[in-house]
């Protein structure tokens, strides 16, 4: 079960996130609070809004424990939002670069701790409904990097400057078409769980998400405070990580928006039941 966090607050290095902690996200490839060893990939994706305001992004298909690049950058890199994320890949999925979470598309990053059984069923439709402006931007095989082009999709024309409403509003519609198509090529008794993670730098989106009430979903927590001394910020993360945070569990089916400015509001999200 791959495990992520994000961040969004006063810049702090890349550092405090992925190594510094106890249970980092690098140490939750190979100690995580749920599932098995998460071997398949890392992923960093940050941003630096001085110079660019689409979002850099580090992914490789070694293990997070052995990738010394990033180790020696981390220190170095301060942002203000960034995601991270450590792969256990499903069974069958290719492991390779381009499966590698965070995903970038403009000035959107996305990730995916979960899954969506049942797929590889539902594919062939689901990008024939795509446009083609997003349809060519797919590199690898994922559920999850399908599910990022269906958020791009219902974005539209609010995709080079989405409101946070427009990209929470995005996600859900996104999932709730997944989930439909699903149940219209029989698979809709086969299980999804999703926490979801989508920012444009300036704002957070997440999603603790399974199809039916006696599914349990997948962890996820929110965390605020001081991430160091004297820098505000607010993070959400698969397992608890950072000392000198308030911490609680976002609900089951529920989605969390949160801005830069500190504006916050959770949202029920309805699940989906097989037919």
Same mark, same amino acid.
């Given at each position: 079960m791959c495990r992520f966090a994000a961040y969004l607050g006063d810049p702090i290095a890349l550092n405090e996130v992925l190594y510094k902690p106890?249970?980092?996200i690098v140490s939750q490839?190979?100690?995580?609070?749920?599932?098995?060893?998460?071997?398949? /990939?890392?992923?960093?994706?940050?941003?630096? *809004? +001085?110079?660019?305001?689409?979002?850099?992004?580090?992914?490789?298909?070694?293990?997070?424990w052995a990738d010394q690049n990033m180790k020696n950058i981390a220190p170095r890199i301060e942002s203000e939002a960034f995601f991270a994320h450590v792969r256990g890949?499903?069974?069958?999925?290719?492991?390779?670069?381009?499966?590698?979470?965070?995903?970038?598309?403009?000035r959107l990053l996305f990730m995916h701790n979960g899954h969506i059984k049942g797929h590889e069923r539902i594919l062939r439709s689901l990008r024939r409904e795509l446009p083609d402006d997003v349809y060519f931007n797919i590199r690898g095989t994922?559920?999850?990097?399908?599910?990022?082009?269906?958020?791009?999709?219902?974005? /539209?024309?609010?995709?080079?400057?989405?409101? *946070? +409403?427009?990209l929470a509003d995005a996600m859900r519609s996104a999932l709730h078409?997944?989930?439909a198509l699903k149940r219209q090529h029989g698979v809709g008794d086969k299980p999804t769980r999703a926490n979801l993670a989508l920012t444009d730098g300036r704002c957070l989106v997440a999603m603790r998400y399974a199809d039916d009430e006696e599914r349990e979903?997948?962890?996820?927590?929110?965390?605020?405070?001081q991430a160091v001394p004297r820098r505000e910020g607010f993070f959400i993360s698969s397992d608890p990580m950072i000392e000198g945070f308030e911490v609680e569990a976002l609900p089951e089916n529920h989605i969390l928006i949160a801005?830069?400015?500190?504006?916050?509001?959770?949202?029920?999200?309805k699940a989906k039941k097989a037919a």
């Open positions: 106890d249970h980092s490839a190979t100690d995580p609070q749920e599932g098995p060893l998460n071997g398949d /990939g890392f992923g960093v994706g940050w941003y630096a *809004p +001085r110079l660019d305001q689409g979002p850099a992004l580090y992914r490789t298909s070694a293990p997070a890949a499903s069974p069958g999925m290719n492991v390779q670069e381009t499966n590698c979470h965070p995903f970038a598309q403009g994922t559920d999850s990097e399908h599910l990022f082009a269906v958020i791009q999709q219902e974005l /539209g024309d609010a995709i080079d400057d989405p409101s *946070p +409403r427009e078409r997944v989930e979903a997948s962890t996820l927590f929110v965390g605020r405070g801005t830069r400015e500190g504006d916050e509001r959770i949202e029920p999200v």
